[in-house]
C-alpha cells in the first residue's frame, strides 16, 4: 500500500529491480548480438515497476475518474514501451530484424512541374552500398507484424491481436495528434484498454520466453486482477 510521506510506516516498495533483472537475465544477456543488454534490461525492469505503482495508485488513492483515465493511459504507454524494447532484442537475437544494404548519403532536390493541375516535384535519393548489412528501423507495428509471423512471443495470437489494438494508443503520448473534435484521451482510454496491456504484459513474462519459477511468475500476481488468465 502506497505511504503518506507524514506516515511513520516506511515506504512501499515494488518487486526489487535485481529480482526482476534475475528474470530478464534468462534471455536478455550478452553473446545474442545485441549491444548494451544489461541497460535494456535494467530499462524494462524500471518501466515494469513504474506500472506496479500505477496498478498501486489506482488501487489505493481515491482518484478522480479523469486521473484514473490518465492513469491508464500512461500504463499503456509504459507497457508498449517495455513490449517494444522486448520485441527488439528478441527480433535482433533471433536474427528476424530487418537490415538494409544500403547508406543515404544525399539528397538532389528536383525542380516543381506542374503535373495534374498540381505542383510537384521528383527528389533523387543517393545511396551508398554498404559492407555489410546494417539494421534498418523498424517501426513499433513492424514489429508486431515480424513477431506474429515469427511466433517470436508464441504461438497464442490474441497477444498479438492485443498489441494491434494497443499500438495506436502509445501514439497517444503525442496530444496534439488529434483526429476529430472527439479523439481526446478522455475518450480514447478505458479500463479495457487498460486489462488489455496488463494481459498482454502478464502473458510475456510468465511465459515459456522467460521460464519463470513459482516465485518469479509471482512478480505479476497482480496484473491477474485484470483478468481473462
Known sequence: MLVKKTEGAGPWYPVTIDDLDGLLIKVIHSGRGYRHSYAL????????????YLDRTVQDLKLSSVLITQTWKT???VG????ESLLHFLLTA???????DWELVDVAPGNPKKLDGETRKIDAHIYRKLGSPQ???MTFDAMIKKSESKKVLGSDRTVYAKLRRLRPLRNKVHLQEIGDFNDTDWHSFNWSDACSMAQV???IFTSNIFRPSAAQRGYFEYLEQYGDF
Open 94 to 100: 533471433n536474427g528476424h530484424y530487418a537490415t538494409t
Open 80 to 83: 508498449c514501451g517495455i513490449v
Open 75 to 77: 500504463l499503456i504507454i
Open 41 to 52: 534490461r535494467r530499462n524494462i525492469a524500471y518501466n515494469l515497476q513504474h506500472v506496479e
Open 201 to 203: 504484459l502478464h502473458a
Open 135 to 137: 539494421p534498418k528501423q
